[in-house]
């Protein structure tokens, strides 16, 4: 069984900065996409960020040179750092994984429970 847990949200004020990590675990083959979705109230979900198993990094134009998203492979980590915040980006984050689970022979997605960042003063 395959999970992913968030941590790291919470409230922060305007102009400031929160570091979110997902930690993959179970049974696990192999990792390859990951990324940061979030949700605000009425809004439907939409990519923050993702990284490749190998390749480049890519990010919403809205959290470009703002947020950077990196993942420790060792440790099935996947992190965002979040810097300079505005209430707008006050949403439920939530960690997204493509990857091959033991028993499976092909690549199935995951999602984490989601974590409550709220930007505000």
């Known amino acids: 069984q395959v999970q992913l847990v968030e941590s790291g949200g919470g409230l922060v004020q305007p102009g400031g900065s929160l570091r979110l990590s997902c930690a993959a675990s179970?049974?696990?083959?192999?990792?390859?996409?990951m990324g940061w979705y979030r949700q605000a109230p009425g809004k439907q979900r939409e990519l923050v960020a993702n990284i490749p198993f190998r390749g480049t990094t890519d990010y919403a134009d809205s959290v470009k040179g703002r947020f950077t998203i990196s993942r420790d492979e060792a440790n099935n980590t996947l992190y965002l750092q979040m810097s300079s915040l505005k209430p707008e980006d006050t949403a439920v984050y939530y960690c997204?994984?493509?990857?091959?689970?033991?028993?499976?022979?092909?690549?199935?997605?995951?999602w984490g429970q989601g974590t409550q960042v709220t930007v505000s003063s």
């Open positions: 179970g049974s696990i083959i192999r990792i390859y996409a």
């Open positions: 997204n994984a493509g990857l091959i689970a033991s028993g499976y022979a092909y690549v199935n997605e995951y």
